[in-house]
């Protein structure tokens, strides 16, 4: 089941669109190893590269989708326990500033994503139709548990294809 309009917010709908799977489990799959695949690919001469005056570097925008992944998985959790507490917004420029990447390598951010996710995918498969379809609030609006695995999928798509374009 993919989600419906009416159960995200309108900027998910982008990031949805960039899933073609049906299924949410089979979504997080799919894109887990077209992401893991992706970040094998990458020269590492580009791994520290910018294409623009104040844009990130292909790690920090790997290590983005890390830490955007791992908030987006709390929140389906908070979501699917029945937590309807505003969740608080992140400052993605503020996280980028702030992450220490001197000392890291690619290694340990493909094992970290590989790690996220898989986390991810447990806690997805664990969750029935109607805990998938609970929604919760986020600071722009309410969301479903399944808008918010697709938009999981569809973000780290997105950054991806943002690498591919502008820095490789």
Not at 23 to 29: C, G, N, P, S, Y
Not at 32 to 57: A, C, G, M
Not at 67 to 73: A, H, K, P
Not at 123 to 133: D, N, P, V
Request: charge should be neutral; charged fraction near 25%; glycine fraction near 4%.
């Amino acid at each position: 089941m993919r989600p419906q309009k009416k159960d995200y917010l309108p900027y998910f709908e982008n990031y949805i669109n960039l899933i073609s799977e049906n299924d949410v489990i089979t979504a997080l799959k799919t894109n887990h190893q077209s992401v893991l695949d992706f970040i094998e690919s990458i020269p590492r001469q580009k791994l520290n590269y910018f294409y623009d005056e104040n844009k990130w570097t292909v790690k920090q925008v790997i290590n983005h989708i890390i830490d955007s992944e791992r908030i987006l998985g709390y929140r389906a959790l908070r979501f699917a326990r029945g937590d309807n507490q505003m969740n608080l917004s992140f400052d993605e420029n503020l996280y980028a500033a702030n992450a220490n990447l001197t000392n890291t390598n690619i290694q340990l951010l493909t094992d970290e994503f590989d790690s996220v996710r898989l986390s991810n995918i447990l806690l997805f498969k664990q969750l029935s139709e109607k805990e998938l379809l609970l929604k919760g609030k986020m600071s722009t609006g309410e969301v479903n548990v399944l808008s918010v695995g697709y938009f999981i999928c569809g973000h780290a798509q997105h950054h991806i294809n943002t690498i591919k374009e502008r820095y490789l």
